[in-house]
């Protein structure tokens, strides 16, 4: 019999590659999204849809009863909801940890906690790290998140592994991109205007990972049977923004770029500004004070060796060659007009 599985947060640039790779690898797929979200990335046939209100822990039980009825359950879920923008910051909470609470303990109450369950979090969960000495962040590393966003996820992540009972893996990836993301299309659309913007005057090394070596890394995990397990997933090496912008503008075809470096005050007084203008159209904005933490974290390297050593992950795109296939993307969607 095929295993079962679960994408809750489906409706997004992450999830559909999720529900694509699981149909791939032979699971019987469900895929949980809101009322209002987005199935764009959703049209195989063979994908069960589970509807779900995060806020009524009965409607919830009623939807998950309705798909996986009597003393059925999924093998696996894969948890792939989360904010990472708010109209206001108490919504991180809501969303990234209470909704994440009311699941798995609806999951409990009804007998029906999966075999292996897959968190996403982010590496912004640990918050800066040796900004001195550039040190890789290890898997281990104490938490100590500065952004709203990030003690939303390390809260999330203490729930699932001191309060929960669920068997879990917590992934920690770094940037992710890849066609259809929006925050990377944005870097690159800029430079294919010739022109490049980066915060901060000081030394700051990026890291990636390409959407498709995430959801291998994902179904990897489940299959080698790891648990309890919590892993940092980065492409493996890191680049200065110099590097990105190189690589972009060669896929591009473009010879010269102007680099625009910004510094701190101007990207915070710019961010508190941008918040300020959404909240008064009751709109989450992109630039705010919590992303400006983000933007001006300058260690960014992190330490994959456990992720290599319990399930062989081994990303197979590098930063060119991923964005090379995004920009692929890029430009295909310019010529259908940007839909």
Not at 43 to 57: G, I, K, M, P, Q
Not at 95 to 115: D, I
């Amino acid at each position: 019999m095929k295993k079962k599985i679960l994408i809750v947060g489906a409706g997004g640039f992450i999830g559909g590659y999720i529900a694509r790779e699981a149909l791939n690898r032979g699971y019987e797929t469900w895929v949980g999204v809101r009322e209002s979200t987005s199935r764009r990335y959703l049209t195989d046939e063979r994908l069960h849809f589970l509807v779900l209100n995060y806020d009524s822990a009965e409607e919830m039980e009623a939807a998950i009863g309705e798909s996986m009825p009597g003393g059925d359950r999924w093998d696996a879920v894969i948890y792939n909801l989360g904010a990472t923008k708010a109209v206001n910051f108490m919504d991180f909470n809501r969303v990234n940890f209470t909704y994440l609470r009311t699941f798995v303990e609806t999951l409990k109450k009804m007998g029906k906690v999966p075999e292996r369950f897959l968190y996403m979090s982010s590496l912004s969960a640990l918050g800066p790290y040796d900004e001195k000495n550039y040190t890789p962040i290890p898997s281990d590393a104490r938490p100590d998140p500065d952004t709203r966003y990030g003690l939303s996820k390390i809260k999330a992540e203490s729930y699932l592994r001191d309060m929960s009972g669920v068997p879990y893996i917590i992934f920690r990836p770094t940037g992710v991109y890849g066609p259809h993301e929006k925050d990377y299309l944005l870097m690159i659309e800029c430079i294919d205007k010739h022109w490049d913007f980066s915060v901060g005057l000081r030394k700051q090394l990026l890291t990636f990972i390409y959407v498709e070596d995430l959801v291998n890394a994902m179904f990897d995990a489940l299959q080698a049977g790891v648990v309890n397990k919590t892993y940092n997933i980065a492409e493996g090496r890191a680049y200065t923004q110099a590097e990105f912008r190189s690589i972009v503008a060669e896929e591009l075809g473009k010879k010269w770029v102007i680099p625009v470096k910004l510094p701190l005050w101007a990207v915070w007084t710019a961010s508190a500004v941008a918040e300020k203008m959404a909240a008064a159209k009751m709109q989450a904005s992109t630039l705010n004070r919590d992303k400006y933490k983000i933007m001006r974290q300058r260690n960014w390297d992190c330490d994959i060796s456990a992720a290599q050593k319990d399930f062989g992950f081994n990303p197979k795109f590098n930063l060119r060659d991923g964005l090379r296939e995004t920009i692929k993307a890029y430009r295909e969607m310019n010529r259908e007009g940007g839909k």
